[in-house]
C-alpha cells in the first residue's frame, strides 16, 4: 500500500513538473514572438521612413 501511494506521488509530482515545462516553454515562445514582431516592425517602419525621404526627394527636385 505504501508502494503504491509513492508512485502515485511520484507521478503527481512528474505531471506537475512537466505542466510547468510546457508553461515556462509558452511563456518563452510567447516573448520571442513579441520581440521578433517588435523587431519587424522598427526594421518596416525605418525603411518606410527611408522611402518617404526618397520620395520627398525626389518630388522636390521635379519642382
Known amino acids: 500500500m505504501e508502494q503504491r501511494y509513492i ?3 511520484i507521478d503527481v509530482h512528474i505531471r506537475n513538473a512537466r505542466q510547468l515545462r510546457s508553461e515556462a516553454l509558452g511563456e518563452i515562445l510567447r516573448t520571442t514572438w513579441k520581440k521578433s514582431v517588435a523587431w519587424l516592425a522598427r526594421l ?7 522611402h518617404i525621404v526618397a520620395a520627398r526627394s525626389s518630388a522636390k527636385a521635379m519642382y
Open 44 to 50: 518596416a517602419n525605418r525603411r518606410l521612413e527611408a
Open 7 to 9: 508512485d502515485i506521488v
